[in-house]
């Protein structure tokens, strides 16, 4: 029967017959475009992985381009609770003998006691506290004049250099104690006061006021048997590129700090080196793999962008550096690093031990020696490779283009598609129109014949 919405009787059915035929018109280019849509987008996806697993080795080789990666010391004391060190990568590997005769100590004074605790009135005025060369004011005024409130106007102070106030509640009343947040000699604390302060006083003619706590002394520290004076417990380079930090005073005892290159975190690097570059070999053998059972390649096989990236890349792994110094490390395989059957680098750590052990330094510049280290090369040319308008960048955009171009060329299709829909619905349709007129005709002439007198030959 007729289609509804479709004027006429015959029995085509117009819309399944203009779908049928425009399905079947659109069918061989909808195949076309699916099959190049989806070699697009899988060279697309291929690209972006080879990308990204570049990027992602290049940002592996930059702990390792540079020689001072390696560069790192570790330090130990035969004694850490006397003294313990760091060292920096200047500081050259030995064993330096110290002994701490005495440790910097910060200056700390306690006033005389106020017998009604922190709450005591003790008067208006001017305090000026002197910490070494440098020092502050603070006004105490008749609002504001406990002792909490000389606590108080002391630590708030916006330019204090500092002093610390703080009120201790004894047996015998209140005691504000003020120390020094700076250790040595020269930070020692004094308190001149004006106005009804005087008790709280304290200088170098008058400590009546106030009972010495703690000094404020030097650190003094023998290095290989000379004597060496530092205001903090810290002591700067007195070995080169070392620092020593003071524990403990123990005059007479000896503790033997020891600096040596950091080998462990070199083989950390090392391995990372190795375990970022097999991530890379992965993405490469897969991109241009070949399966023979299924008869199948991967998405790049073939491809001379590929093949042009690996082979660069085993050319610098396999190349000797020599600049590295010495016949003894001069390629990856001389440190243990050699190359598997499937492609993955594969690590020695007994050899590689030993070349840290043995000729570190070597194998620092193996690495980073500058242009020609590995890593400073691998670097370089993956950083060419990855830059805009190198070749890769290029084949993305043009595979972008590519898409681009498809995903309009679906469009046109469709619209095209809606045009020839429209001109079949509009030519069947008038088809079954004429058919339907007909079918009426024919049944006005046959209910016509049919009401004819019938002839005898009676």
């Known amino acids: 029967m007729a289609t509804s919405g479709i004027v006429g009787g015959s029995t085509i059915d117009v ?28 060279q697309i996806s291929a690209t972006s992985a080879l990308l990204g697993a570049l990027s ?30 760091s060292a920096a990568s200047t500081a050259v590997p030995g064993r330096y003998d110290i002994e701490v005769e005495q440790l910097a100590t910060s200056h700390q004074i306690s006033s005389v006691a106020f017998v009604d605790g922190s709450s005591s ?57 003020l120390t020094s947040t700076q250790t040595g000699s020269a930070n020692t604390i004094q308190v001149t006061a004006s106005g009804d302060l005087s008790q709280l006083e304290y200088t170098a003619q008058n400590q009546a006021n106030y009972t010495q706590l703690r000094a404020a002394q030097d650190a003094i520290v023998r290095v290989a048997g000379y004597e060496t004076v530092s205001p903090t417990n810290v002591v700067e380079n007195v070995i080169d590129g070392v620092s020593i930090n003071l524990l403990k005073a123990e005059p007479g005892t000896t503790v033997s700090i020891d600096v040596t290159y950091n080998k462990t975190a070199a083989k950390e690097k090392v391995n990372q080196f190795v375990a970022a570059y097999n991530q890379l070999r992965g993405v490469i053998s897969s991109l241009g793999s070949y399966n023979a059972a299924t008869q199948t390649g991967g998405p790049m096989l073939g491809d001379s962008l590929l093949t042009g990236i690996d082979a660069e890349i085993r050319r610098t792994l396999s190349s000797p550096v020599g ?17 598997q059957a499937n492609g993955t680098l594969k690590v020695d750590e007994v050899k590689l031990s030993a070349a840290l052990d043995n000729h570190f330094d070597a194998v620092s510049r193996l690495f980073g020696t500058e242009e020609t280290g590995v890593a400073a090369r691998l670097y370089t040319q993956i950083g060419d490779r990855l830059a805009d308008g190198a070749a890769l960048d290029t084949r993305t955009d043009s595979l972008q283009a590519q898409k681009r171009a498809l995903e309009k060329k679906a469009a046109d299709n469709e619209v095209r598609m809606n045009l020839v ?38």
């Open 56 to 85: 992602s080795f290049q940002s592996a080789l930059t702990g390792l381009r540079t020689t001072t990666v390696f560069s790192g010391r570790s330090t130990a004391s035969t004694d850490a609770t006397i003294a313990t060190a």
């Open 421 to 458: 829909r429209q001109a079949y619905l509009k030519q069947f349709t008038a088809l079954d129109t004429l058919l339907s007129s007909l079918s009426a005709t024919s049944a006005y002439l046959g209910q016509q014949i049919d009401s004819l007198p019938k002839w005898s030959n009676d």
């Open 15 to 42: 819309q399944s017959l203009v779908s049928q035929l425009v399905a079947a018109e659109r069918a061989p280019l909808d195949a076309q475009l699916a099959r190049a849509n989806t070699k697009i987008t899988t």
């Open 121 to 177: 009135v003790v008067g208006n005025g001017q305090l000026t506290i002197s910490l070494g060369s440098t020092s502050f004011s603070v006004n105490i005024e008749s609002t504001a004049n406990t002792l909490a409130d000389v606590r108080n106007a002391i630590n708030q102070a916006s330019d204090n250099p500092g002093v610390t106030a703080t009120i201790i509640n004894a047996a015998d009343g209140a005691h504000l104690v």
């Open 323 to 339: 600049e590295a110094g010495g016949g003894a490390v001069q390629t990856l395989a001389d440190i243990g690093i050699t190359t």
